[in-house]
Structure formats: structure tokens, C-alpha cells
């Protein structure tokens, strides 16, 4: 009997949820465009804007159990199997999310739906502006996974059972770290069909998202966690940046479903009331991305005698240079991609803050991977290549990442603050900024002294740049994306 009640139930439930979104979304999918949505990252939204955002989410699920906002969950629960690690992995869920915002503007037509750049935080992303108590807040309480602070602390979740909101990061009490933006930009640059970029990227950088925050986000009710629009907001995005690099990607598609048919553009995606073809391209949805510009950290054109001469003040004997090891320093052996253990990580060493180098991202769980069926050296091998582009990011002459922890003073304040002293590396070369140097120092003057360690050490090998690891055309779009 129970379980007969609960079938009924979840039937009239999406029955209901399907209502909604039929009304909703075939106007706008068949419509020419009235206006653009222009979708934004989250931190350029005023604090009203913001707000505003967050009271429609909100909205969606007050009310009577389940609310319009359960339903997603469980639609996006229903379609699991259809939808993940197969052909309708990125047009489903550009066509929910698109839903989504659709139901968000029916509460309030200035709202579009805003992304979040989790490869800009990937390098510390446990101490992102978004887990702030007047944000999405943080990490849920160790003893039951219930998330306590934030916008969302009084969430009510319905399916699959009804609880609170729930996240256990991992590796606790940090937090990825999550994939760089050039290495997100050289799986772009790798994979021509979508076919093969969706092998690398959903499993990948996808996943890891999913995997290391835990709670609703690692279940199959992940849109439970309101996070989940900004995160796959974010891979729409990138899906879309991948898609603009070349006319032939626009409608690239391919592959076999699930239910072993061969993948084609006319194939519906269930329950939305959206063919594929009609989600290819975001021009006929009547939106599109805004740029998250933030500047760069290093022009390594600017000259050195500059940087020596304002340095007078900053300058110590108490910091130190020390000439490090080709393999701790990720260089590259030319076509080689074995891994390299780079001891220096922030991960292995919790006194002392990588500014420079990127970290190796987190990996996919083993168990994981086996309860799923997948073949682990596929899954390993895919690691092992985009750590390949990550180190090779590292040992490029002068550049630093967007993403790179010398980018942050508000995070470099935080490491400060908890006792942690600072290493930068370049190469073969690594500063390292010891504790009390560190205080003495503060953000600024650290960030100084960096610059100075980088005007010095820019010239090894001037004539590789970033466009020879991922592309001319991927190298634009970071450039365009960050404003650099
Ligand atoms: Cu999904």
C-alpha cells in the first residue's frame, strides 16, 4: 500500500511539474526573442540583485510539500539514467536550467539566472565569497550534514525524504581543489566533437564539483542545493565557449543513448518540452553569458628596474630563494605525461600556501568509480592528461593564473591570519615567505615581493606562452572571460 501511494504520488507530482513547464517554456523556445537575458557571474550582481535572486529560489519553495522546488529534484532524479555520462548530459541540462530561470522570472522579470566561476575559486574554493553567511553559507555541521548559516539555512528538503539541506566537503574542512580555467580551456582545445569533450569534462571537472561538496550536491537530488544553478549554469557557459571556438561545433552531437537508440538532434529531452536542436544554440533561447573580468596579476613586459626600485621597503633576507628540483617543480619533460608528485602542494603541507602554481585538482573517488561501472584507468588516464596541461600552465615564463592564490588578498589575508607561511613557485625556482615574514609583510607587500621573485625569474623560456598550450582561440576566450 505504501509503496502504491508513494508511485501515485510521484506521478501526480511530475504530472504537476510538468504542467508548469509546458505553459512556460514553449512560448519562449518558439518565440523569436522579445529581449536577451544576459546571465551574469554571481559576485557582479549588486547586493539587491542578489537578494533578489535568492528570494525567487526561495519563493519556489514555500508552500505546501512537494513545492515547485522539490519537483525539480526529483525530475532531475527521475531522468538520472538518461541524462548523465550519456549524449544528453549538456543539452538537458541546459534545457533545465533554462526552465529553471523561466520559473524564477515568473516571480520577478529582472531576475536572469547568474553563474558561478568556480574555476576562478578552484584553487581555495573552500574560502569563496558564496559560502558566506549572507551568501549560500558554508559547510553543513559536522554531526548531521545539515547546513546551518546562509540564505538557505532554513531550507526544507522534500525528496527523497524530507530533511534539511546537506553538505559534507571533502577533503573536510577544505575543498576541492577544483579545475583550473586554462585547463578548462585545454580540454576545449583537445576535443573537437562534443562527444569526447563531455567524456572529460562531466566525469571531471563536472564531477568534481558534485563529488567534493557532498551532501544533496553528490546525490541524485542534487538541485536540492541551490548551489547546483550556479554551478551548472557555470558548465553551460563553458559548454557554450567550447561550442563558439569553431562554426562546426555549434551542432556537434553524437554518440548512443541509453537506451542504446544512436543520438540524434530530434531527440526530446524528457520531461522538458525541448528537442536537442532546439537547445545547440543559445541565440534561440534569447540569452546569453556575460564576461567575469577581474585583470591580471603580472605584465611580464613591465620593467624590472620599476619593480626593484619601489621594492626598497619590502626588501628581507628573511624570505628566500631556493633553487628547487625540475620534477618538485612540475617541469615538463617533452610528451611525457606521468605524474609528477609535487611536494610542495598546499595540500600535503599545511604550513605553507602555494601563490603561484596550480594545484593538481581533486580526484574522482575509486569506489565511486566502481559502483558506477566505469573503466578507473579511462577515468585515471583523463586525470592524468589534464594534469599534464596543468603543469605545463605552471612552467610557462611570467604567467600566473587568474585562479592562482596570488590573486586573492582577501585569501592570502585568511592564510595569514591562521598562521600559515607562503611559498611561490616558478620553475625551478621557489620563494618561500615564512610565517612572522608573512605578518610582517601583510597581503600587499607579500603580493609585491612575488612580482619582484617573478620580474626575476620571467625569462627561462620567453618564447612559450599560454596560446602554445591551449590554443589561440582558447587563449582569446580567457583573455575576453577575465578582462586580462
Ligand atoms: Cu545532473
Sequence with gaps: MRLISSFVGRALALAIALTAVTTVATLEAKSPCHSVRVRREIRTLSNNERER?????????????PTVYDRLALIHNNQRDIVHFYPQFFPWHRAFIHHFENLLQSIDK??????FDWAYDSQAPELSVVWKPNWLGGEGNPANDCVTDGRFSDWKIFYPNFRCLNRRWSPGPRLGPWYA?????????????????????????????????GGDMQSMYSPNDPFFWLHHSFVDKV????????????????GT????????????????PYIVHDVMDIKHLCYEYEPFPIGHFFDPTVKKDTIDSA??????????????????????????LTAVNISTSMWED??????????????????????????????????????????QVNSLPGYVSPAALIMRPEHIEHFIHIGSGFTATKNDRRLIIGTVRAQQLGPNGIRHRVREFLAH???????????????KQAEAKMKEHFGM
Design 53 to 65: 535572486f535568492f528570494n525567487a529560489v526561495r519563493k519556489l519553495n514555500y508552500g505546501p510539500k
Design 110 to 115: 529582472s531576475i536572469t539566472l547568474p553563474y
Design 181 to 213: 580555467p586554462e585547463v578548462l580551456s585545454a580540454i576545449g582545445t583537445i576535443t573537437h566533437k562534443l562527444s569526447q569533450y563531455q567524456k572529460y569534462f562531466e566525469m571531471l571537472p563536472h564531477n568534481a564539483i558534485h563529488m567534493s561538496m
Design 239 to 254: 559548454w557554450h565557449d567550447w561550442q563558439s571556438v569553431d562554426p562546426s561545433r555549434m551542432y556537434s552531437y553524437g
Design 257 to 272: 543513448n541509453s537506451d542504446g537508440t544512436p543520438a540524434d538532434l530530434s531527440d526530446p529531452l524528457k520531461p522538458l
Design 311 to 336: 621594492s626598497n621597503d619590502t626588501r628581507s633576507n628573511e624570505d628566500t630563494v631556493e633553487v628547487v628540483s625540475a620534477a618538485k617543480a612540475g617541469k615538463l619533460e617533452k610528451g611525457g
Design 350 to 391: 599545511a604550513h605553507y600556501v602555494e601563490l603561484l602554481d596550480l594545484s593538481p585538482a581533486y580526484t574522482i573517488p575509486s569506489d565511486w568509480i566502481q559502483q558506477m561501472g566505469f573503466d578507473e584507468n579511462d577515468v585515471r588516464a583523463r586525470e592524468a592528461q589534464t594534469d599534464h596541461f596543468r603543469r
Design 457 to 471: 625569474h620571467s625569462a627561462i623560456d620567453p618564447h612559450r606562452t599560454l596560446a602554445d598550450i591551449i590554443g
